[in-house]
């Protein structure tokens, strides 16, 4: 709830500032400064939905005449559906490829991924980045080569395309080193916790955004997944969410990202879980 | 009042227009999906496609023989477990049963069609992959979901199986027993076998209902890529694979999707064919 209501106590006080230059509008329509209407489409992460979705209630606050419309579907269907102009505003949570060109990128916050186990797992509380990538690829199968138990290890990870386990791959497996196909897969955040949480000799990663009791996030060469030690680089698995526009944004689409990118929007990215990056 | 001759018109070219348009919607089907899927083999070798056991879209290998195993697998699976469980209850229901148990489980068994499959899949997380996870693996298994789909296709089976038992004329039931055949022997070779073309139908539509679950086989079959080689092992139906990466699809991806969905087309024709085949012989036999 905390977030939710400190978005209404922003809006109200930015609201409160501008409710002159507003009075002034409704006096005299010859005014140029320019109110806001219209819909904006966004589509994209689902990494970043529960962000988008809160931070357009929070604009729509500050302009009732302007629907922010949030939609999901993944990070390749956002720089699918911005390149193609369906949307306004596409959303990635990973760094572009070599082949996704021709758009401009708004780094709106930063995602860490967290290596989680059950909470029953009390013997292993810290890996080094190459544990996790021979545990990812295959090549340690026990507990007992990272000084847990002696039981096999579950591997958990996302499916294929999805942006949390492209930028996993790309921060942790690196060039041709690959998931191990016996992995079971699960196609969200939150289907792949339900599944951890489940099992206690699993080990999976997530956004830093769906961590709770239910998982023990463990700590990567001696780091703990903390939004603090994401923020100040030391935890090494961190990446990039961006929205993303073709050509120049309107009017609208602008006021909408430069709101998002504003200190005081920062600070209810910061409560949601997601690193802030002013 | 409008002449006789009018209205048996409307009525038959009514029909025939209705008719004609499913047969249009099924082909725009088939065109679509084919359309889709063949940009594929522009860039993918369709024998490599159908026979590659490898399936990773970042490295562009598009295999799927994992998947038709294992779409067929818990097909296969499930209707070994199904099939006895369904007709034997449609006996049940049809013959042996007195009435007021008939009135009670009748219901419950069209109840249980109703339940959406994501149900299924919830009570698949909750209560059977648990319980199989303590046999070994992580429980999102083969075994998991042939159980789930063997529950999902009972319905199916029992209802459609139940209504042709009782579609067979009172008076052969009658003549058997007045030749002195006890209720089983009257029911094993006289009723079934003169029920055997709705009894087939229950176990091909039961088949159809398998082959094209998705989402609760997504939820407890563990969606790895690889050929299981135990029944605790995870794997992957065709239908699970279009729809756990469709959403993050773009390009020959996409393609290699919707050519997923022209083979699993392609599957369901085939053991529909089958299955047609098998009771049309049957028949002539009898």
Redesign the interface.
């Known amino acids: 709830m905390l977030p939710v209501t400190a978005v209404m106590l922003l809006a109200l006080g930015v609201a409160g500032c501008s409710n002159d230059d507003e009075a002034d509008n409704n006096d005299d329509n010859n005014d140029n400064t320019p109110t806001l209407s219209g819909t904006i489409n966004e589509a994209g992460s689902?990494t970043v939905q529960p962000l988008a979705e809160k931070l357009a209630a929070a604009f729509k606050v500050l302009y009732p005449n302007v629907n922010v419309v949030i939609g999901?579907?993944?990070?390749?269907?956002g720089?699918?559906s911005a390149t193609d102009g369906t949307v306004e505003i596409g959303a990635v949570s990973r760094e572009l490829k070599d082949t996704e060109t021709g758009l401009t990128k708004y780094l709106l916050a930063k995602d860490g991924i967290a290596i989680v186990v059950h909470p029953d797992n009390t013997a292993v509380a810290n890996l080094t980045v190459d544990q996790v990538r021979d545990i990812f690829s295959g090549v340690i199968t026990n507990w007992s080569q990272v000084g847990g138990p002696d039981k096999a290890i579950?591997v958990?990870a996302r499916?294929?395309?999805?942006?949390t386990r492209?930028a996993f791959?790309e921060l942790v497996m690196g060039e041709d080193v690959?998931i191990v196909?016996?992995?079971?897969?699960?196609?969200s955040n939150g289907?792949l916790k339900?599944?951890l949480a489940?099992?206690k000799?699993?080990i999976g990663f997530i956004s830093f955004g769906y961590i709770d009791s239910s998982v023990k996030a463990l700590s990567i060469n001696g780091i703990a997944a903390t939004s603090e030690n994401g923020k100040n680089g030391t935890y090494p698995i961190i990446r990039p969410l961006y929205f993303l526009t073709k050509g120049t944004p309107s009017e609208l689409v602008q006021a909408f990202l430069d709101y998002c990118m504003s200190d005081a929007v920062q600070q209810i990215i910061t409560e949601e879980g997601y690193l802030s990056v002013n | 009042m409008l002449p006789r001759y009018f209205t048996d018109k409307l009525a038959k070219y009514g029909v025939l227009i209705t008719a004609l348009v499913s047969i249009l919607v099924l082909l725009a089907i088939a065109v679509f999906i084919i359309q889709g899927g063949l940009p594929l083999f522009s860039a993918v070798n369709p024998f490599d496609f159908l026979f590659g056991q490898s399936w990773s879209p970042t490295y562009d290998e598009y295999g799927i023989l994992s998947m038709i195993v294992g779409s067929l697998l818990v097909t296969l699976g499930s209707m070994v477990i199904a099939v006895p469980l369904g007709i034997a209850c449609a006996i049940l229901l049809a013959e042996v049963a007195p009435q007021r148990v008939r009135n009670l489980l009748r219901p419950a068994v069209e109840l249980l069609v109703g339940i959406p499959s994501v149900v299924y899949g919830l009570v698949g997380i909750m209560v059977i992959v648990p319980a199989i996870r303590n046999l070994g693996g992580t429980g999102y298994s083969v075994l998991a979901a042939v159980l789930v789909l063997s529950i999902m296709v009972l319905p199916t089976i029992i209802s459609i199986s139940e209504d042709s038992l009782r579609a067979v004329p009172r008076t052969y039931r009658d003549g058997s027993l007045a030749l002195g055949a006890s209720q089983w022997q009257t029911i094993w070779h006289m009723l079934l076998p003169a029920a055997r073309s709705g009894v087939g139908a229950s176990i091909v539509l039961g088949m159809g209902r398998a082959i094209g679950e998705t989402m609760a086989m997504i939820m407890v079959i563990g969606n790895a890529v690889i050929i299981p080689t135990s029944p605790l092992d995870p794997a992957r139906t065709l239908t699970g694979n279009i729809a756990v990466e469709i959403n993050y699809a773009a390009g020959l991806h996409e393609n290699a999707l919707f050519a997923t969905g022209l083979v699993l087309l392609i599957l369901i024709l085939i053991l529909n064919s089958l299955a047609t085949l098998a009771l049309k012989r049957g028949e002539q036999h009898a």
């Open positions: 689902t999901g579907g993944g990070s390749s269907v720089v699918k579950h958990m499916e294929e395309g999805s942006g492209t791959e690959r196909a016996n992995a079971v897969l699960q196609n289907a339900t599944a489940g099992d000799d699993a």
